[in-house]
């Protein structure tokens, strides 16, 4: 009986897109982190050729610039900076602070 081991590599490699639409991996900026799984997952009929990974890449930049063009800019002014409202009571409050008469509601007479 053969008794096989696996080990699951996750690997994040940044990918540098240049303005003529070449890609380039950035391989000194690599990151790899194995992991022990006990069974290997299921086989997938993907086909990561180039034009795959250009979909993708597309796909993703082009909903990321949605997403910032949707969100508002939110600006602060100096006036608003110099009327920030400020906490009144900073004391810190400890035993020595307290009042001591309520001590006196458990003394015996």
Known sequence: MNDYKYVMA???IPIEIKE???FEPLEQYMDIIFE????LPEKKNNNYSGEFIQKQ???IL???SVEQEAMPELFINNSELQTKSTKTNKKNLTFRNKNH???NYTRKI
């Open 20 to 22: 003529n639409g070449v």
């Open 62 to 64: 082009k909903s990321k």
């Open 57 to 59: 890449i597309f796909q």
């Open 101 to 103: 008469s309520t001590s």
């Open 36 to 39: 022990i799984i006990n069974t």
């Open 10 to 12: 996750n690997i994040k």
